[in-house]
């Protein structure tokens, strides 16, 4: 697994500053958000190769970006973001869906289907969030056989129940996991079942180095 920084613990931080903190809590891999952060690729300070310098520079991986929300109703904005994924040299970009209904998970369906038609060498990942289509472990049974392989899970164990069985479940299709300080029985589970990809670390609030170092002791066990 590759521990990641994520930058919604110093918001207001731009990405040189975001990478500092990011260093200084131990991490070597951090995401970016496109939007709620002040280290956005979004910002208008910021271009691609600056991006990517800034990264270099740091000694730290980008292992992910979180795009604009919910395809189904913003194909071309995710779209568009897909492409910045790519130029900042990753091969997913992650999202959240769109909202509680059936007409809004229709549509997420076709719009993730119609990105990986469109760009055939990267993966999506979908992620669960508080009032989406996407938000309880029976919300991921009825979606998940209506997505195509490339479109994997970003489980945030933060923001649903029973994350411990949506990993038994669903882990071979998981491309991101964000946890926080309550997740230590997710972390093991994560452990057990054999996952290898990155897992976001949001402190919320707390200290970003004590959650690593509680994670990597569980990880250690």
């Not at 964000?178 to 057990?192: F, H, R, Y």
């Amino acid at each position: 697994m590759r521990l990641c920084f994520d930058p919604v613990m110093c918001p207001k931080a731009v990405l040189p500053a975001a990478l500092k903190i990011a260093k200084a809590a131990g991490f070597d891999a951090m995401v970016l958000h496109c939007a709620f952060t002040a280290s956005s690729p979004f910002h208008p300070d910021a271009s691609v190769r600056m991006i990517r310098d800034y990264f270099d520079d740091a000694g730290v991986a980008l292992m992910g970006l979180h795009v604009r929300d919910d395809p189904g109703s913003n194909l071309r904005q995710v779209e568009w973001d897909v492409h910045l994924a790519r130029a900042l040299r990753l091969q997913c970009a992650s999202f959240l869906c769109g909202a509680r209904s059936r007409e809004a998970r229709e549509a997420l369906v076709r719009g993730v289907h119609a990105l990986l038609e469109s760009i055939p060498d990267v993966t999506l990942n979908i992620g669960n969030g508080v009032d989406t289509c996407l938000e309880s472990a029976a919300d991921f049974d009825v979606l998940m056989p209506d997505l195509p392989e490339r479109a994997h899970v970003w489980l945030n164990a933060m923001d649903v129940d029973n994350a411990v069985g949506i990993v038994d479940k669903y882990v071979d299709r998981m491309g991101m996991v964000t946890v926080g300080e309550d997740d230590m029985d997710v972390v093991l589970a994560l452990k057990a079942n054999g996952y290898d990809g990155p897992v976001v670390l949001n402190a919320a609030g707390g200290s970003a180095a004590d959650l690593r170092i509680r994670v990597e002791e569980v990880l250690n066990t």
